[in-house]
């Protein structure tokens, strides 16, 4: 049942506490946090569900979030279970005035398929920042009615932070992949279906898939406590 989905509202998942998580957040050392030249954001990680990244042990949380954190609880007991599973836990953090660059989230063979991303804003403004292109190369604004929401990663898209705050949105990815635990839990929901742009342009696509999908090759230019 894999329809192209644009983005979705997640409005039958209430996961609590996001005020305090994107406390926990932002009290992560400045060492854990990496500037993507790609997405030109920074990251960092809460959970490492990837044996080729390194943030830190694999199937393990952020070591320096808090013993009894309010992250870790909304992912085991909220997020995984919803999902079906465990992916790869990243945040990108995005200050006012700055922008995501104009990306998708996939492999170029995947452009045009249906690629869910999972993704929970958790603070910063929501409407009018997220967009994706159409087939006339405009710009789509999603306006999200919940935190949590899901996209098609091989959609073009980018985010302008015009908001008064820095936005934290916590991202699930690879490996997880939608599953009967998942589908089940969308299948009622209403969602957008936008055309994709008849133009894909080459700079959308993470250069590291152009090197055996490797992690690094100079896209993570410098951690921020270097800056």
Known sequence: MDRIITYMDIANLDIPNKEIVAEEILSLPKSDWYWIKF?????CSLYNARPD????EQYSFNPNLPEESAA?????????????GVGNVTVIKT??????????DSSPEEIGTMQHKFRWVVKG???????????????VY????TDAYVINGSHPHGMENNGEEVKLTVCIGSPWTPNETYFSNINNL???????????KDEWSDPRFKNNN??????TEFKEETR
């Open 39 to 43: 997405h030109g954001a920074w990251m």
């Open 53 to 56: 990244v390194g943030w830190f």
């Open 72 to 84: 870790k609880i909304a992912l085991k007991d909220y997020i995984f279970p919803y999902i079906g």
């Open 95 to 104: 200050m006012p005035g700055d922008m995501l660059n104009d990306h998708v």
């Open 125 to 139: 403004k929501k409407t009018n920042t997220l967009y994706f292109y159409n087939d006339k190369m405009e710009k």
């Open 142 to 145: 999603y306006e999200p009615n």
């Open 190 to 200: 209403n969602y957008t279906s936008i055309p994709f742009p008849t133009e894909i």
């Open 214 to 219: 490797k992690i690094g090759l100079g896209l």
